[in-house]
Nanobody, 123 residues
C-alpha cells in the first residue's frame, strides 16, 4: 500500500507557473505508474498527465500539452507536475494517483489517491 501527499498548490496569476509535488510513502514507489488528475468546481475529475514507472513514458491531456510537464524522482519517492503558462481554466483541485498497471489516462486503473491540492489561477 502507498500513501500520497500532494503539495505546491496555491494562487497564481494567469501566465504564471507552479510546481506540484506528490510524495509517496513506502519502498515500492518505483513499481507504480503515477498520474495527475484535476477536478474543477461543478465538473468531473479529469486526466492531466501520467508517467511510467521508469519515467521514460509520459502522456498528457490535450488541454495541458506543451504547458505542463510530469516527472518523477524514484530516489525521493516523488512525482512532480510543472505547470507553466497557467490559465483560468486550470483552476481545480489537483490529485496524484498511483497505479500498479501501465501508465494510463483511465482513472479507474489507479489504485491509490492523494487528498488533493488546490490550484487557483486568477485572470
Amino acid at each position: 500500500q502507498v500513501q500520497l501527499v500532494e503539495s505546491g498548490g496555491g494562487l497564481v496569476q494567469a501566465g504564471g507557473s507552479l510546481r506540484l509535488s506528490c510524495a509517496a510513502s513506502g519502498r515500492t514507489f518505483s513499481s507504480y505508474a503515477m498520474g495527475w488528475f484535476r477536478q474543477a468546481p461543478g465538473k468531473e475529475r479529469e486526466f492531466v498527465a501520467t508517467i511510467s514507472q521508469s519515467g521514460g513514458i509520459t502522456y498528457y491531456a490535450d488541454s495541458v500539452k506543451g504547458r505542463f510537464t510530469i516527472s518523477r524522482d524514484n530516489a525521493k519517492n516523488t512525482v512532480y507536475l510543472q505547470m507553466n503558462n497557467l490559465k483560468a481554466e486550470d483552476t481545480a483541485v489537483y490529485y496524484c494517483a498511483a497505479s500498479t498497471r501501465i501508465a494510463t489516462s483511465l482513472e479507474t486503473r489507479y489504485d491509490y489517491w492523494g487528498q488533493g491540492t488546490q490550484v487557483t489561477v486568477s485572470s
